[in-house]
């Protein structure tokens, strides 16, 4: 044996543990894109329940409002109603409606002008129950939006 010189055996193994290293880096990598990818998954079905239920709240509105001024809800004194969206979009939607009577200047010298204002909200989620459901909104996929408005219209004598 000559001085300097390493003896074969010595160096086996060595390539193997890089190799392994390598490996482990790898399927590490591996695992973090897999759960990147399933987490942006997830995010784009909340996405788009969120534009459903949004949708799907000014639907309600757009409905409780024709109630309200040609419908069935011409005083809509504490009126409320599930619509069930869910063949469409999976939604249910609850519209309540109330009103208050103002006297809002005159029509006429001595003559009081009446004014109906209508509070109209929305609420939609994807429940089999009605909206807002409080059970369900601690769980994952659950979207609710709420829309509310405020409209006017002359009562006329």
């Known amino acids: ?22 490996l482990v880096g790898l399927a590490s990598l591996a695992a973090a894109i897999v759960r990147l990818g399933m987490a942006s998954h997830t995010t784009a079905a909340q996405d788009v329940m969120s534009v459903r239920a949004t949708a799907a709240a000014q639907a309600g509105l757009q409905w409780g409002l024709y109630q309200a001024f040609k419908g069935a809800w ?26 208050r009577l103002f006297n809002e200047g005159e029509s006429a010298p001595g003559v009081a002008r009446k004014l109906r204002v209508y509070t109209l909200d929305a609420v939609a989620c ?10 369900r909104a601690v769980q994952l996929g659950y979207a ?8 006017a219209a002359d009562v006329l004598p």
Do not use: K
Request: proline share 3%; with cysteine.
């Open 126 to 135: 994807n429940s089999t129950g009605s909206c807002p459901d409080a059970t």
């Open 1 to 22: 044996m000559s001085r300097g010189r390493i003896p074969a055996s010595h160096g086996r193994g060595l390539g193997a543990v890089a190799i392994i290293v390598v």
């Open 144 to 151: 609710e939006r709420r829309v509310q408005v405020h409209a």
């Open 74 to 99: 011409t005083a809509c004194a504490g009126g409320s109603q599930t619509l069930d969206l869910a063949a469409d979009t999976g939604m249910r939607v609850t519209v309540n409606c109330d009103s």
